[in-house]
Structure formats: structure tokens, C-alpha cells
């Protein structure tokens, strides 16, 4: 995640937004809105009342993939966000109409419903059922600390996105609604870039754990207890 600083700074320098509006007498008007960010890591719950055909299935519709067809446990989460803007029209001299800018704009970005499945079928407290714990915990852990990781450039990207948002030219106040709606339209289609980089760069620290590698070590230390401990 340490190439992320040079991902924002390329979007940042090389982004012209679509909604900019280089005619409008607005286009001069900087504004700074105030920026409210929020999270969760969501509540964590265990699900040890499926099998491992069931579990499977969950990780094949979600697009996780295992170490083979049949997966004894599995960790998910959902990434949530949501943009509220609240804006103000200001007044242009002799009756020029308005102009509407984003004052407050709340930036929620988190987690829900991280839950953790292990297979009815491991036979509880064995080495297989712990290291199945232990290897799905690991992956919550990653989770919560990826979103840690990217809180600031998340606080950075919404502050960076508000200021350059062109303020919209009205006439009248009743079209106030329809130019925040394109106002929170412009921010949303520019901050969720940012969350895509969120989901990517999370997707590949999360495949440092799911790897051949790291799947063999898991199997030599169960391979190695149960022959020492149930050695006949």
C-alpha cells in the first residue's frame, strides 16, 4: 500500500472534471467546505453452523477464492460508503441568479456484517479447526487495518475532490436541489475512484495471506502437531 501517496497524486493531477463549468460566472468562486468523515469496523460474528459445501458456495458467489473447491472457513465483510452534501446558494450582483456551493459534505466509508464461517465438520479444538480460526481472524485483522491505513487519504481525497468542485449557476432558487444533485453526482463519481483503489489495493493484501505458500506452512504445522501428538 505504500505506492498509494503516487496513485492520488497522478488522480489528483490528472483529472479535469466533467462538470466544470469554465463559462459560468461561478467558475472563479473557491470554496472550502467543511468535510465530516466516518466509519465502522462493523460487529464481528462467527457462523459455525454450516457445512463445508455450503461455505464454499458462499466464497464462490462472492468471488473468493480458496485453496481448493471446498473452503473449511471464510472470513467477508461489505464495504459501505455514503456522500451527504449540504450546500448554499449565494446571491450574484444585480440579479445574476445564484451560485450553489457544497458547505458540509459527511464522507461515511466502512465496514458491515464481517463475519467469520467455520465448517460444522471440523472437529472442534483439533489443529485444523484453530489454524482455520486463526487464518480467518488474520484476515479480519487485515481488513480493519487496511481501513485504518486509508483513512487519511480518504480525509485527504474528500478535502482535495471538494475544493474542486466549480460552483453551479442558477436563476432561481428552485433549481437549488437539482445543482446539489450534480454537485454530490460530480463528488461521488470522483471519490468512488478512490474507493476502487481502497478495494484493490485491500484485495492484494489479502492475497499476500491466501497463497500457495503461506497455504503449505499452514499445512506443515497441523502435518507436524498431529504427528507428534498422535503418534502411535
Not at 466544470?20 to 466516518?38: D, R
Not at 460508503?81 to 449540504?86: C, K, P, R, T
Not at 487485515?142 to 474528500?158: R, W
Amino acid at each position: 500500500m505504500k505506492k498509494l501517496v503516487f496513485i492520488l497524486t497522478f488522480f489528483f493531477l490528472f483529472y479535469h472534471p466533467a462538470f466544470a463549468q469554465v463559462a459560468s460566472p461561478c467558475a472563479e468562486v473557491k470554496v472550502e467546505p467543511k468535510i465530516k468523515f466516518s466509519t465502522s469496523y462493523g460487529q464481528l460474528s462467527y457462523d459455525f453452523s454450516k457445512n463445508t459445501k455450503t461455505i464454499s458456495q458462499i466464497a464462490a458467489r462472492i468471488g473468493n477464492k480458496e485453496r481448493s473447491s471446498f473452503a473449511t472457513g471464510l472470513a467477508t465483510v461489505n464495504v459501505d460508503n455514503e456522500y451527504v452534501l449540504g450546500t448554499q446558494a449565494y446571491p450574484l450582483k444585480n440579479n445574476g441568479g445564484y451560485c450553489v456551493v457544497p458547505e458540509v459534505i459527511d464522507v461515511y466509508v466502512g465496514f458491515s456484517r464481517p463475519i467469520i464461517y467455520i465448517s460444522n465438520e471440523l472437529p472442534k479444538n483439533s489443529c485444523q479447526y484453530n489454524l482455520v480460526i486463526l487464518h480467518e481472524q488474520t484476515h479480519q485483522r487485515i481488513n480493519k487495518t487496511a481501513l485504518d491505513y486509508f483513512i487519511p487519504y480518504f480525509q485527504y481525497a474528500a478535502a482535495q475532490i471538494a475544493q474542486d468542485i466549480t460552483p453551479i449557476h442558477i436563476q432561481k432558487l428552485s433549481q437549488i436541489d437539482q445543482a446539489t444533485d450534480d454537485i454530490t453526482q460530480e463528488f461521488t463519481e470522483r471519490f468512488n475512484k478512490i474507493l476502487a483503489v481502497f478495494k484493490k489495493e485491500l484485495a492484494l493484501e489479502q492475497s499476500k495471506l491466501d497463497n500457495q505458500t503461506n497455504y503449505s506452512i499452514e499445512d506443515d504445522i497441523c502435518r507436524n502437531f498431529n504427528a507428534k501428538h498422535f503418534r502411535r
